[in-house]
């Protein structure tokens, strides 16, 4: 079946270090999704990118889709406490109505 | 953010229990979501209803039965559980298909 590889499944950095999580599919995305679920929270919505390609950007969030709308990354600058948390990507496959969820990528500032 | 409730928030039951998760959205979106979040995995879409009528069912065991009455409220009915069970579930909705899709604060249920 359809899945989404996302690595890594954590990252430590320095506050202010950067941060980056990549998604890649094993099939062609329709899009893709990127969601930030705080510790003890619920996923969140952050962007959907749907062009080959495509680069977004939300202040220090940058986030990218492949042209061959398999792979798509989040690149996050100058990492700040408020960016704890676990960062999933989700691309939408053959199905109109699933989601294919990568297993999310935690990201932990260091002390 | 109040657009997708959830209760109860925690729930403790046995094996033998029959009990009932209930979620209720204000967006007036046309499909809905029932998820399992479990340590160590991605989520795991479990059921989709679209205008109330069920378009996904993911293999879910028989011990989980969903209802969806109307485009606002989606259940989980849950009974004869295993302790494997035990996981966070989430629901969420969606515009449509395509959208984004909002969740609600989930529901964390303990198999003992």
């Known amino acids: 079946g359809q899945q989404v590889m996302q690595i890594p499944q954590y990252q430590h950095v320095q506050e202010g270090e950067d941060f980056t999580t990549y998604c890649n599919s094993s099939?062609?995305?329709?899009?893709i999704q990127w969601y930030k679920q705080r510790p003890g929270g619920h996923p969140v919505f952050l962007i959907q990118?749907?062009?080959s390609g495509e680069v977004k950007k939300q202040k220090r969030l940058t986030f990218q889709f492949g042209e061959a709308k398999k792979n798509s990354s989040l690149h996050i600058t100058a990492t700040q406490t408020t960016d704890v948390g676990t960062y999933f990507c989700?691309?939408?496959?053959?199905?109109?109505?699933?989601?294919?969820w990568g297993a999310g990528t935690k990201l932990i500032i260091k002390p | 953010e109040t657009g997708v409730t959830q209760t109860p928030r925690h729930l403790v039951m046995g094996m033998t229990n029959k009990k009932s998760l209930k979620c209720e959205q204000h967006l007036g979106h046309n499909a809905m979501y029932w998820y399992k979040q479990s340590a160590k995995k991605p989520l795991e879409l479990m059921f989709v209803?679209?205008?109330?009528?069920?378009?996904e069912n993911n293999s879910v065991p028989s011990r989980f039965s969903p209802e969806c009455p109307n485009s606002s409220h989606l259940f989980l009915h849950l009974h004869t559980l295993q302790p494997e069970d035990s996981a966070l579930y989430l629901c969420a909705s969606s515009q449509d298909s395509y959208n984004e899709q909002f969740f609600g604060p989930g529901t964390r249920l303990t198999v003992l």
């Open positions: 209803y679209s205008l109330e009528e069920r378009v």
């Open positions: 989700a691309g939408q496959g053959d199905s109109n109505y699933q989601l294919i």
């Open positions: 099939t062609t995305l329709s899009n």
């Open positions: 990118l749907v062009k």
